[in-house]
């Protein structure tokens, strides 16, 4: 369970800045400069979107050119810089919180009245810096320190950053009351900022884990994680997605009980893409021990059921290994789909178990086809045959391996239709699942046809680009994003009843999302480890994978650079080297990059339709979970 709070995320002052700095994306495009007076928010990962974005980032008002724009951070700014603004021919578009407004006004008033305004929060800090702009000689409380310099004989007016810690906001009040007992004293604490500290340190009594998302230069951000992790040791300070799977928290997928805060200077979507990631490996993990469990006993059944025919119990029993330790993506899907369209249908495990075993016996042919050894882990069906055959002394090893694997293969294939066959469905549901379990198999080996016939009837790259180009794309389309994606979330989609407009609506999220998640797949093939992959590393190397990048580094690489691809993509016996040196190629001709960025378009495809459908807001958030989990993997 993820436990979160509404407030999660920007504040209204920030965010109203930043929709008011949105508005501007078209004056930038139309050539007017754009100036940003300080930051936004406290939020390395935001401005740099800003700079990207053609606006222009100062604290000067010296290097402000006439006839642009200027908006005004949230934090606010000293008088002087509004004054000096104002005398330029600039639009001002003034953006500070209101809160921050009121404590200018407040200052200036009482300063003019004669009164030293005693500021407590950070000397440093933006507003602070601010705030110190709309007062004479003002005095600063950040330590206890600072006292000394608070003239006892002047009144005093007491003003706090709106971000200030609660504790120390209470301890300088009293400190500043017992030097100056008439003392004016105004509560400028934002009381959002404080709800929400309140709030988090409850969900951290309650919790296995805390990640708190924010900046470590936003002083709320840190004020978050130091105030949780005094209650919850295992408390996570992140940016973002990618920097919470780059800490590589090896119980970060066993915790059941998460919290999980944004700060007032972080986008709500950040926090929502890791909510939505970590509800996603929730509910693929709780779905794996069901389809497991469930699989484990229709697989053991079997072996039983087989018991005194020569040779098929170790042929199932070779299946059934073969079967376990998959991530169950697939199942997980169907199971997805069913709770997409039917809240109270719970009729998913036994065609997530079919669907799986589907999954395994065309792996085993797979596994033949790409001369893989390992699979999961383990050796594949063909080699522990052939192996095994060697030490009896068998010349003819390999031919029976391969032929041995093949048949359990189709026994793997076959067992799969007959558990959807005995499913407990009524019909019109089993002849629909029936209908779309075939179109998902056509599919698969359409895709599989091209895949083993384009390597060996090429289409030339530098001739033919845009065909070559075309044929890949094709073939994850049937390969991978039906049988992945696609095919289990309609079949799924069909156990809860669902009519035809959802089923075209979970199929068009799933097409372009499954092809991101080849191009990934693709990428993890070239650069990631033996250990990541499960198999060898240079396995795709070897097999002469076509793919989107190889298509991509080989029309713009150098004629040096297609010379090394002719000679080592496809190289049996390749070595480390030489996969070291195909991706150099890939890195360097831009291919990475272009992959990378390929999979970024297609998967934003699939959360704008998300987005725009009439899901339930916990759907939503396990699809959009789905999408970060596919495309920013690292295994």
């Not at 600063?140 to 007016?157: G, K």
């Amino acid at each position: 369970m993820i436990i979160t709070i509404k407030e999660s995320g920007f504040c209204h002052g920030v965010q109203s800045a930043i929709s008011k700095a949105n508005a501007n994306f078209a004056n930038i495009e139309n050539g007017q400069k754009v100036y940003l007076f300080g930051d936004l928010a406290n939020n390395s990962r935001i401005m740099s979107k800003y700079h990207a974005k053609g606006f222009l980032v100062t604290d000067n008002t010296n290097d402000i050119q006439p006839g642009s724009k200027v908006i005004i951070r949230a934090h606010g700014v000293p008088k002087a810089v509004c004054q000096s603004l104002e005398s330029k021919c600039v639009t001002i578009e003034d953006c500070t919180c209101v809160k921050v407004k009121n404590i200018h006004r407040i200052v200036e008033r009482e300063s003019e009245k004669g009164s030293t305004i005693v500021i407590i929060g950070k000397k440093d800090h933006p507003e602070v810096i601010g705030t110190c702009g709309w007062c004479k000689n003002p005095v600063v409380l950040e330590t206890e320190a600072d006292l000394e310099c608070i003239d006892p004989n002047s009144p005093i007016c007491v003003v706090g950053q709106t971000t200030c810690k609660r504790d120390w906001w209470n301890k300088a009040c009293a400190l500043v009351l017992q030097k100056c007992p008439d003392a004016n004293i105004y509560n400028t604490l934002c009381s959002v900022l404080t709800d929400k500290l309140e709030k988090a340190a409850d969900i951290a009594r309650t919790t296995q884990a805390m990640i708190i998302v924010g900046d470590k230069k936003s002083a709320n951000s840190v004020e978050l994680y130091n105030t949780c992790s005094k209650i919850c040791s295992n408390t996570i300070f992140v940016s973002c997605l990618d920097e919470l799977l780059a800490m590589k928290i090896k119980d970060l997928y066993t915790w059941t009980n998460i919290g999980l805060i944004g700060s007032a200077s972080t986008p709500a979507e950040l926090v929502e893409e890791i909510h939505g990631y970590l509800a996603f490996t929730m509910f693929l993990a709780e779905s794996k021990k069901e389809i497991e469990n469930y699989s484990s006993c229709k697989m053991e059944s079997n072996i039983a059921k087989s018991t005194g025919k020569p040779f098929i119990p170790e042929a199932v029993q070779d299946l059934y290994e073969q079967n376990r330790g998959g991530k169950c993506i697939r199942g997980a899907m169907i199971r997805l789909g069913e709770k997409i369209a039917s809240d109270i249908s719970n009729y998913f495990l036994p065609v997530a178990s079919a669907y799986e075993l589907f999954q395994t016996a065309i792996l085993i042919h797979d596994d033949i086809i790409d001369r893989s050894e390992t699979r999961r882990s383990k050796k594949t069906i063909h080699t522990k045959s052939c192996q095994d055959q060697l030490t009896k002394g068998n010349k003819d090893a390999m031919h029976f391996g391969i032929s041995r694997a093949l048949c359990v293969g189709d026994y793997g294939l076959f067992l799969a239709n007959n558990m959807l066959a005995h499913a407990p469905l009524c019909d019109t549901t089993k002849v629909r699942l029936f209908q779309q379990f075939s179109e998902i198999q056509l599919h698969t080996l359409e895709g599989e046809i091209m895949d083993v016939t384009l390597p060996v009837e090429q289409i030339n790259i530098d001739e033919n680009y845009s065909g070559y180009m075309e044929a890949v794309t094709e073939i994850y389309q049937s390969k991978t994003a039906w049988y992945t994606l696609a095919g289990p979330l309609i079949m799924g989609a069909i156990c809860g009843g669902a009519q035809e407009k959802l089923t075209n609506q979970l199929r068009d999220i799933a097409l372009p999302l499954g092809i991101a998640f080849q191009i990934k797949d693709d990428l993890l093939g070239m650069y990631a480890s033996d250990e990541v992959l499960g198999k060898p590393a240079i396995s795709d190397l070897e097999e002469q994978k076509q793919t989107l990048i190889y298509g991509y580094a080989y029309k713009h690489g150098t004629n040096q650079q297609k010379a090394k691809l002719n000679e080592l993509y496809g190289k049996l016996g390749a070595t480390l080297e030489d996969l070291k040196i195909v991706r150099d190629i890939f890195t360097e001709t831009g291919a990475k990059k272009f992959a990378e960025d390929k999979i970024a378009e297609l998967s934003q495809c699939s959360l704008q339709l998300i987005d725009n459908s009439q899901f339930g807001h916990q759907y939503k958030l396990l699809l959009q979970g789905l999408v970060s989990y596919l495309t920013v993997r690292e295994f």
